[in-house]
């Protein structure tokens, strides 16, 4: 079949998704079920009740996703699915599942790497060639990646304690703004006034591309505990607002120097990427369309239901790797931990990596 379509699964966190992407870029089905309420009252993601409610869901999921895409299973070029990093319950189900429909109606199983999904989205929605620099931002990682070509990827800066969206889950936690954190904290932040409260902006002028936001987020609880009873609605949204300008001037200036060493690498004008669920936030993409603009650098912000997990990046990831030819056994073990640049250490001097 000419359209050479791929079904995507995508179960690695709280988001049970099923996609079909054909191999000319369209996206013919993208279907996510949020699992938001089943994890709300816990603040924050179970990965037991994770796995369960993806048991629960995915064949619904991906009858959906076949049925708006007007495709049989026989009609298949391959079934892609996330086969980690991430919660290895969730990752277990969709990859099983991935590899059942592969096994029984004949066709390729691709074992994606949710982080390849997120570092190649921009070619499924702009068609933007290698190389290019990226900023992966979302609940689990916090990455500057030069993107080389699919499989190549150097990793120049990572988070040496949490990742950006945990950061602004546990900050809207402190804060008492709910689950998910993110959008929470970006509502509260609009009437509020981000220089009320002295905030640290994490790792700015210091060597390297490296993020840390643990000590932005004990700085918060600190500016919560002295205000005792008094966390009005005005201090919440005051200290949102600060938090968000630091995470924003801290991310800025990393990228910053991961644009740098990307241009000493690979030379000026290529593009300047954002993906993961914090590239959603309007004041960090703002902030980072701006210096990418001041380096003479195309900014590409996938729309937001592909920046936030989603399966038709995995479809996508798969139909690049089918068309170099490398798809998987059967026999492929989901991995918990799974980095994009094997080789890359922590130039902070952390000994934990964040896949
Ligand atoms: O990429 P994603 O959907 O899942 C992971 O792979 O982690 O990212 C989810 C993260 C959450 O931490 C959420 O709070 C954050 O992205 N997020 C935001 C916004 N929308 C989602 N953070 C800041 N501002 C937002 N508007
Ligand atoms: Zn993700």
């Known amino acids: 079949m000419a359209e050479r379509p791929i079904l995507g699964i995508e ?3 709280d988001e049970t998704a099923a996609a079909v992407v054909c191999a ?10 949020s699992q938001l309420d089943e994890h709300r009252v ?16 995915l064949d619904t999921i991906i009858a959906r996703a076949m049925a708006e895409a007007g495709f049989d299973f026989a009609d298949l070029a391959g079934v892609a699915a996330t086969a980690g990093p991430g919660l290895i319950g969730g990752v277990l189900v969709g990859a099983t599942m991935a590899k059942a429909i592969a096994l029984v109606h004949g066709v390729p199983f691709l074992a994606i790497n949710h982080l390849e999904g997120h570092a190649l989205t921009a070619r499924l929605t702009d068609g933007v060639d290698f190389p290019y620099l990226l900023l992966l931002v979302s609940g689990g990682h916090c990455q500057l990646l030069a993107v080389e070509g699919v ?38 932040a609009r009437s509020g006034d981000p220089s009320r409260f002295t905030l640290p902006r994490p790792m700015v ?14 700085a918060v609880r600190r500016r919560v505990e002295e205000l005792g009873g008094a966390l009005d609605d005005q201090a919440r949204a005051d200290l949102a607002a600060g938090f968000q300008a630091a995470v924003a001037g801290s991310v800025v200036d990393r990228s910053h120097r991961a644009i740098e060493r990307f ?15 914090v590239a959603a936030n309007g004041v960090l993409r703002a902030a980072l369309g701006d210096l990418a603009v001041a380096h003479g650098m195309p900014f590409i912000a996938p729309p937001l239901a592909l ?10 990831a798969g139909q690049e790797r089918l068309a170099l030819g490398l798809v998987d056994g059967l026999d492929f073990r989901p991995r918990p931990r799974w980095p994009l640049d094997p080789d890359a250490t922590l130039s902070a001097g952390a000994d934990a990596v964040k896949a």
Do not use: Q
């Open 151 to 188: 499989g190549r990827y150097r990793r120049l800066g990572t988070t040496i304690d949490d990742a950006a969206g945990e950061a602004f889950d546990k900050t809207a936690k402190l804060l008492d703004l709910g689950y998910p954190g993110g959008p929470a904290v970006e509502a509260a």
């Open 205 to 218: 002028g210091r060597p390297g591309c490296d993020f840390s936001f643990s000590g932005l987020k004990s």
């Open 307 to 316: 920046c936030t997990d989603n399966a038709a990046m995995i479809a996508w």
């Open 263 to 277: 241009e000493d690498s690979h030379g000026p004008g290529y593009p300047f990427v954002v993906a993961g669920g």
């Open 42 to 57: 816990y603040g924050g993601v179970v990965p037991e009740i994770a796995a369960r409610a993806h048991l629960e869901h």
């Open 24 to 33: 000319d870029r369209t996206i013919r089905s993208s279907v996510v079920l």
């Open 11 to 13: 179960t690695s966190c």
